[in-house]
């Protein structure tokens, strides 16, 4: 019997594009006198890992509490991005429009931090419980 790897290692959630939560993170930081945040394609892996280990930790299936608050800086650099300091902000609703408002939330300050210049995201949709989850990190390179 042959099995894919997307046989053996279902995904939990429909990963969802993250252009809202994006242009959200665009605006936030547009109303700021720093230089513009660079979509980085490293932390937006790192923004996708943090937001499916939360999912699971949700759902009861993780092994590990989420990976954010203080591991974020850990998994930036396990993918090889040079960090000088790191930021994950998370938000869950029914909506992305919600979910973004309570990422926004909790990220407010960074925002207008100058010395953040890198940003990923990831939204995730659980059909089951009808939540959306979003992350965003920062990286200061």
């Known amino acids: 019997m042959i099995f894919s790897a997307a ?8 990963a969802e594009p ?4 994006t242009q ?7 109303g ?11 932390v937006e892996h790192a923004a996708d890992i943090i937001n499916r280990s939360t999912y699971s930790y ?3 299936t993780a092994e590990n ?7 974020q800086k850990a998994i930036v650099r396990d993918l090889g991005i040079e960090a000088t300091r790191t930021a994950s902000f998370q938000g869950a609703g029914h909506n992305v429009a919600d979910a973004t ?8 300050d960074a925002f207008p931090d100058c010395a953040y210049t890198d940003f990923g995201v990831s939204s995730l949709y659980e059909e ?12 200061a390179t």
Not at 101 to 108: D, T
């Open 7 to 14: 046989t053996i290692f279902a995904v939990p959630a429909i």
């Open 128 to 139: 089951q419980s009808d939540f959306t989850l979003v992350a965003v990190v920062l990286v």
């Open 24 to 30: 959200a993170v665009v605006d936030a930081r547009g």
């Open 101 to 108: 408002k309570v990422m926004l939330l909790e990220g407010r």
């Open 18 to 21: 993250g252009a809202e939560v």
């Open 58 to 60: 949700l759902n009861h």
């Open 65 to 71: 509490v989420p990976a954010d608050e203080p591991h």
């Open 32 to 42: 700021t006198s720093c230089a513009p945040l660079r979509h980085n394609p490293a």
